[in-house]
C-alpha cells in the first residue's frame, strides 16, 4: 500500500490483532518518523449466542499518530506481537 504524506501532515498508524489476547506488543516508528501521540490500546470482544451456540471473537489495536522527518519514501517498520 503506498500513501502520500507531506511533510508537516500527520497520520494515524494503527495495529490491528484477531484472535488472541496478546501477552506482548513491540513497534517503534523508527529514525523516518516522528512519534506524535500513542500508544493507544483498544479492545473489543464479541459475544454471540444463535440456537445454543456460543461464540467468541476479540480485537486488540494499537494506534499511533506520527510525521515524516524529512522528505523521501519510507516504510512503515514491522510490528512483533506474541499471542498465546
Not at 479492545?43 to 476479540?58: M, W
Request: aromatic share 10%; no cysteine; proline share 5%.
Amino acid at each position: 500500500m503506498h500513501n502520500v504524506v507531506a511533510l508537516d501532515e500527520q497520520f494515524h498508524v494503527t495495529f490491528i490483532i484477531e484472535g488472541g489476547r496478546p501477552s506482548d506488543f513491540e513497534w517503534e516508528s523508527g529514525e523516518d518518523f516522528m512519534l506524535v501521540w500513542g500508544p493507544q490500546q483498544g479492545r473489543s470482544t464479541n459475544v454471540q449466542i444463535v440456537n445454543g451456540k456460543r461464540t467468541e471473537s476479540s480485537q486488540t489495536t494499537y494506534s499511533y499518530i506520527l510525521k515524516p522527518t524529512k522528505a523521501g519514501k519510507f516504510t512503515i517498520p514491522k510490528a512483533k506481537a506474541k499471542v498465546k
